[in-house]
């Protein structure tokens, strides 16, 4: 009696009426049907089983068709319905199939799929063998079938597989013989176009532009977390707020991934997957250091997951770092609070534990950064004071003010006013940002920790310094920093008197601080409008820096000689350009010079060119008083093309990102808008 076929297993998936047509992925899907194997490889929802759908659809090809589940993984089934799926290309194949099988184990599976085999090579026509879900096929014995199968497959049949994970296939061997088409999560991925259409005529939706955009960020193009999110669209009137607000903690999102993703796994992999979820990026030792598992290492973590195609995305070339879909990380993320609450707390164990082992790898292996953010979350002041406290001399040179000022706001009060290199640090982070009201009151806070340790006044256990170096130049720092005040404040004479205290407290081999003293001197004297004297004494400061460019391009604009404040622009603007990390900082700022030259020079053309070219550079790193000057310069463009009213309003912008700085104000604002207004 032959065994009962379940006939839906054979047939094709039908796709929704309306659908987002993928040519790019479908032409590629066309280029290899001439060769052995199609592979679509990535995780669920990424819409992989309707891209062959929508394919075949618009194929000429026959199709055999196998919808794939874990009874497959018992061999006589696996070979009864791949002969099934065959016999809807040609009805009368194998007919001695269920006689064959019946003896398997006397004849040997390989005298059973060489039997097969020549049957299929009857098959006159070209035709497709898809096979979907291969990923729930656990039993080797199938799989190194199938493989036979492929090596020895006729070359009228093409192989189509979709699955969540890589198969133990010879896909190298394929690769190298231009055997295999592989589609993966990245390919899948939906582009803004493609979010696009689907959220407003597939879903019907009406979005805008900026929340397709954020949308499309969150999901990172993952097909299942755009669908679900406009499934939780429908009749809302705040869609923008949902859209900002929408993660994986979302009930539709974290429930499909619950079913269709974390259940389905066993509980180490769990375990990894928590544990190292509060990680922004993985590599396989920061993972050993994480989960403390010598069972398994974080490298065999790190490869099932690639190979199972676990919302894991790998960030270079040669696969050392990854990191997790933002959806997921979200959904992980509250699986382990919930994991590690209270009521669930092992012994040893928390959140914070697990982010503090984190930090002493970061710490160990230079990543201070990183090393911060993870003591912090953890609530580990005291470890996050010492990593803040040795990173701000780098941190200072590099113009990194802004970010290590977030860091030092994190702690608390008591944590920073018992500190002096700390409260020096903050003192100049808050000028470095124009935040100047706290500036006096952090010097003093370091003043007076020092007084105590100079007076060896009673128990001075509670001063604590990090940072020894740093402790012995803080005489010259607190003079620089007083002199950097004065300037803008205005007041010249102060300026000149803790300039002269500062370099009487600086090293003799310490050019760098002292250059940084001359530039204020030269600053000094561009206010006070000697711009000869200013530029010779800042251009002879012992100061490396690009930014130095920018400052003595401003000097020559100001005096006239607008060549030369070109020449000092495109010059910084090779090496910015060139350069790497924080060295790129002013390349802007240079190309914001450049449009203020070509404005100047009446060729607005070039000018809004060069705009354009700062505001893209701009928005990825930009020095701290970019954004105001920007501002002001697409102020003056709009008014030199006489939209005055668009003028008004990047000049109200301008003031909203107006920072104090040393730099004289040679055109105040309310002075610009009241030129402009007054035409």
Not at 77 to 92: E, H, P
Not at 268 to 287: A, G, H, N, P, V
Not at 308 to 317: A, K, M, V
Not at 490 to 507: E, N, Q, R
């Amino acid at each position: 009696m032959s065994t009962p076929i379940l006939n839906t297993k054979l047939n094709m998936p039908h796709n929704p009426t309306k659908l987002v047509l993928r040519s790019r992925l479908l032409e590629l899907m066309d280029e290899g049907l001439n060769r052995k194997m199609t592979l679509i490889s990535a995780p669920a929802g990424f819409g992989k089983t309707t891209l062959v759908t929508e394919w075949i659809t618009n194929s000429r090809v026959s199709v055999a068709w196998l919808s794939l589940d874990k009874k497959d993984n018992e061999i006589t089934q696996f070979i009864i319905y791949l002969v099934a799926a065959l016999r809807t290309v040609k009805g009368d194949l194998w007919e001695e199939c269920s006689e064959v099988l019946q003896n398997l184990k006397t004849l040997g599976i390989e005298s059973v799929l060489t039997l097969l085999i020549n049957e299929i090579a009857t098959i006159q026509k070209s035709f497709m063998l898809i096979f979907d879900d291969y990923h729930v096929i656990e039993n080797s014995l199938v799989n190194q079938s199938l493989i036979y199968i492929l090596n020895h497959m006729p070359v009228t049949m093409h192989l189509v597989m979709t699955t969540r994970e890589d198969p133990t296939f010879p896909l190298a061997s394929l690769r190298a013989k231009n055997q295999l088409i592989e589609i993966r999560a990245k390919d899948l991925r939906f582009t803004y176009s493609e979010a696009a259409e689907f959220l407003n005529e597939v879903m019907s939706l009406n979005i805008a532009d900026k929340d397709i955009s954020t949308l499309g960020a969150r999901t990172e193009g993952w097909i299942a977390g755009l669908q679900l999110a406009a499934i939780s669209m429908k009749g809302r009137s705040d869609t923008e707020g949902f859209i900002k607000s929408f993660t994986g903690n979302h009930n539709f999102i974290a429930d499909y991934l619950l079913e269709e993703v974390l259940k389905q796994l066993g509980p180490k992999i769990q375990s990894f997957l928590l544990q190292t979820s509060i990680l922004e990026r993985l590599c396989d030792s920061l993972c050993d250091a994480i989960i403390l598992d010598s069972s398994i290492s974080g490298q065999e973590y790190l490869e099932y997951l690639q190979k199972s195609n676990l919302f894991i995305i790998p960030l270079d070339g040669e696969q050392e770092w990854y990191r997790y879909h933002h959806l997921f990380a979200d959904l992980l993320r509250q699986r382990l609070l919930k994991e590690y609450s209270e009521n669930n707390l092992k012994e040893g164990e928390s959140v914070a534990v697990l982010h503090i082992r984190a930090s002493c790898w970061f710490e160990s292996n230079g990543l201070t950064s990183e090393a911060i953010h993870h003591a912090l979350a953890a609530n580990d002041y005291e470890r996050a004071a010492a990593l803040i406290e040795l990173s701000w001399s780098s941190m200072d040179k590099s113009l990194q003010a802004a970010t290590w000022l977030k860091w030092v706001k994190m702690l608390p009060n008591e944590m920073i006013y018992n500190r002096p290199v700390l409260s020096v640090g903050y003192a100049w982070a808050l000028l470095d940002t124009g935040e100047i009201e706290e500036f006096e009151d952090r010097l003093q806070d370091a003043e007076s920790c020092m007084d105590r340790i100079s007076a060896n006044e009673g128990d001075l256990l509670d001063i604590v310094v990090v940072d020894h170096d740093e402790y012995r130049l803080l005489p010259a720092t607190i003079a620089t920093a007083r002199a950097y005040y004065a300037i803008v404040q205005g007041d010249m004479d102060s300026t000149l008197k803790y300039a002269k205290v500062a370099m009487g407290h600086i090293p003799k081999i310490d050019n760098n601080r002292k250059g940084i003293v001359q530039i204020l001197l030269g600053l000094a004297k561009w206010a006070k409008g000697e711009l000869e004297e200013a530029y010779t004494t800042i251009s002879n400061s012992s100061v490396s820096d690009l930014t130095l460019e920018v400052l003595l391009a401003e000097i020559k604009m100001e005096e006239g000689k607008l060549y030369e404040a070109m020449r000092l622009y495109e010059k910084g603007l090779r090496s910015s350009i060139k350069g790497e990390g924080t060295v790129k900082i002013a390349t802007a700022s240079h190309y914001l010079g450049l449009s203020k030259l070509k404005l100047i020079m009446g060729d607005f053309h070039e000018s809004e060119r060069y705009l354009q070219q700062s505001l893209e550079e701009g928005e990825k790193r930009s020095l701290l008083d970019w954004r105001y000057h920007w501002y002001i310069q697409q102020a003056k463009l709009m008014d030199s093309n006489g939209d005055l009213d668009r003028a008004i309003d990047y000049f109200n912008e301008a003031g909203k990102h107006y920072i104090k700085s040393p730099l004289p104000v040679i055109q105040p604002l309310y002075a610009l808008k009241a030129r402009t207004l007054i035409r």
